[in-house]
């Protein structure tokens, strides 16, 4: 349902009938993050004989400041191409019959929140787009990824404003359209993940809150050691409160939601509340332990609607064929 001028296909690895299907349906453009795949989509477009509108993914080796799981502008990581790789690609693009280069993209890395380390970025970007427009590759798109950070715990974070401000100041004397994927600035805050407490549990000194949910529900603190606000929902008041980890019932030691905070004395049923789930939460979500996923409800004009059910044993095991011997 979505206007077919408004997708673009990214990734490091495309499948031939995604590509396919992605030219049959005449999307704006195809991000290529390698020569390989440049001419994967070429032989593609050729034996469909259609042109295949393309950008390229840049990398321009800046240091995102975050962490290094989610770091994707820097050589080492598997993301985009170099200044001169993707100057080469733009060159073989601009003279094929089936490529026509029409954008230029970079994303330097997710959970941003300093400024400087993307309008350097941009700049590196924006120069080589002016280079490539004095040798008439004319790029119309400036795909600037997103990245743009949330606020967890007490990160400052960047202003829209100030953001647009300095993109736009990269861009002086170009005539392109920018364009922008803020997704987890968008819904990283809208979301929460709600689990219950099953007991308490002491080993010696340390204090274990178990719950429901688990690792498999939500990984970013195992996968990022990322911090999640945590709230704990009540019936009985508690004034006691001392330092727990709070925990879930999948077989991993990393299968926790935090570490060491001071929360009150829980009694089972009671709801904990995790914060700035609505980004990397349900779409990171697994079976890992044989368990069915969680529902989704979302609360709109102060009431609450179920927009995905919860998955069920049987959801499980749908795709599993039985051979007879």
Same mark, same amino acid.
């Given at each position: 349902?979505?206007?077919?001028?408004?997708?673009?296909?990214?990734?490091?690895?495309?499948?031939?009938?995604?590509?396919?299907?992605?030219?049959?349906?005449?999307?704006?453009?195809?991000?290529?993050?390698?020569?390989?795949?440049?001419?994967?989509?070429?032989?593609?477009?050729?034996?469909?004989?259609?042109?295949?509108?393309?950008?390229?993914?840049?990398?321009?080796?800046?240091?995102?400041?975050?962490?290094?799981?989610?770091?994707?502008?820097?050589?080492?990581?598997?993301?985009?191409?170099?200044?001169?790789?993707?100057?080469?690609?733009?060159?073989?693009?601009?003279?094929?019959?089936?490529?026509?280069?029409?954008?230029?993209?970079?994303?330097?890395?997710?959970?941003?929140?300093?400024?400087?380390?993307?309008?350097?970025?941009?700049? $590196?970007?924006?120069? *080589?787009?002016?280079?490539?427009?004095? @040798?008439?590759?004319?790029?119309?798109? &400036?795909? +600037? %990824?997103? =990245?743009?950070?949330?606020?967890?715990?007490?990160?400052?974070?960047?202003?829209?404003?100030?953001?647009?401000?300095? $993109?736009?100041?990269? *861009?002086?004397?170009?005539?392109?359209? @920018?364009?922008?994927?803020?997704?987890? &600035?968008? +819904? %990283?805050? =809208?979301?929460?993940?709600?689990?219950?407490?099953?007991?308490?549990?002491?080993?010696?000194?340390?204090?274990?809150? $178990?719950?429901?949910?688990?690792?498999?529900?939500?990984?970013?603190?195992?996968?990022?050691?990322?911090?999640?606000?945590?709230?704990?929902?009540?019936?009985?008041?508690?004034?006691?409160?001392?330092?727990?980890?709070?925990?879930?019932?999948?077989?991993?030691?990393?299968?926790?939601?935090?570490?060491?905070?001071?929360?009150?004395?829980?009694?089972?049923?009671?709801?904990?509340?995790?914060?700035?789930?609505?980004?990397?939460?349900?779409?990171?979500?697994?079976?890992?332990?044989?368990?069915?996923?969680?529902?989704?409800?979302?609360?709109?004009?102060?009431?609450?609607?179920?927009?995905?059910?919860?998955?069920?044993?049987?959801?499980?095991?749908?795709?599993?064929?039985?051979?007879?011997?």
């Amino acid at each position: 349902g979505v206007d077919k001028y408004k997708i673009i296909f990214s990734g490091v690895g495309k499948r031939d009938d995604e590509i396919k299907e992605a030219l049959t349906r005449d999307i704006l453009m195809i991000n290529l993050e390698s020569e390989a795949e440049m001419k994967r989509v070429e032989e593609i477009a050729s034996n469909l004989g259609i042109e295949a509108r393309i950008s390229i993914r840049v990398n321009p080796n800046i240091d995102p400041k975050t962490h290094p799981y989610i770091s994707t502008g820097l050589h080492e990581n598997k993301f985009g191409v170099d200044i001169d790789t993707a100057t080469r690609m733009y060159l073989q693009a601009k003279n094929s019959p089936h490529l026509n280069p029409i954008g230029i993209h970079f994303h330097i890395g997710s959970q941003l929140t300093e400024l400087e380390p993307i309008k350097e970025a941009s700049q $590196i970007v924006a120069d *080589l787009v002016r280079s490539l427009k004095a @040798i008439n590759v004319d790029i119309k798109f &400036f795909d +600037v %990824g997103g =990245g743009l950070g949330i606020r967890y715990k007490d990160e400052e974070t960047i202003k829209p404003y100030d953001y647009a401000q300095a $993109i736009l100041s990269t *861009l002086s004397g170009l005539d392109v359209t @920018i364009v922008c994927e803020p997704g987890r &600035f968008l +819904v %990283g805050n =809208g979301g929460w993940f709600v689990t219950k407490v099953l007991y308490e549990k002491v080993n010696g000194d340390k204090r274990f809150v $178990i719950v429901d949910g688990a690792m498999n529900d939500l990984i970013r603190p195992s996968l990022y050691n990322a911090y999640h606000k945590i709230e704990v929902l009540s019936s009985v008041a508690n004034p006691e409160i001392s330092k727990a980890n709070i925990v879930g019932p999948v077989c991993e030691s990393g299968d926790f939601f935090a570490k060491d905070i001071e929360v009150p004395k829980t009694n089972p049923g009671d709801l904990v509340i995790i914060h700035s789930a609505g980004a990397y939460g349900f779409t990171m979500s697994s079976n890992y332990n044989t368990r069915p996923r969680a529902a989704e409800v979302a609360i709109e004009d102060g009431k609450d609607r179920l927009i995905r059910r919860r998955e069920t044993f049987e959801d499980l095991i749908a795709c599993e064929i039985d051979y007879m011997v």
